[in-house]
């Protein structure tokens, strides 16, 4: 069983960055792409960004390319940096993994097994 615990987000003005975090919990081994996605409101979960097992392919959502950035710091630490933060960015945020050994990152919320507990992000205008 694979524990993420995520951390980073909270309330920040338009405009503004944040960092969240994903830690894998010290038990996991093997290896993970891993993704962020996030949830508003009455609204679905919806893909943010992802990165592959060993960091070297990535991809991002339309509305955040050139805005965030995701990266791992290794194997089981996953960040994801936001700048130029809009009000429409406000959601909860969840960090996910899915064990794999190959180029591809996932973009699907079923393409996934673990996921993190989630954490708010709030843009104020």
């Known amino acids: 069983q694979v524990q993420l615990i995520q951390s980073g987000g909270g309330l920040v003005q338009a405009g503004g960055y944040l960092r969240l975090s994903c830690q894998a919990s010290?038990?996991?081994?093997?290896?993970?792409?891993m993704g962020w996605f996030r949830q508003a409101p009455g609204k679905e979960r919806e893909f943010v960004a992802a990165?592959?097992?060993?960091?070297?392919?990535y991809g991002y959502a339309d509305s955040v390319k050139g805005r965030f950035t995701i990266a791992k710091a290794h194997a089981h630490l996953m960040d994801l940096q936001m700048s130029s933060l809009k009000p429409e960015d406000t959601a909860v945020y969840f960090c996910?993994?899915?064990?794999?050994?190959?180029?591809?990152?996932?973009?699907?919320?079923?393409?996934?097994?673990?996921w993190g507990q989630g954490t708010q992000v709030t843009v104020s205008s």
């Open positions: 996910a993994a899915e064990p794999a050994l190959t180029r591809n990152y996932y973009t699907r919320v079923d393409e996934y097994t673990y």
């Open positions: 010290a038990s996991t081994s093997g290896t993970y792409a």
């Open positions: 990165v592959n097992w060993n960091g070297g392919a």
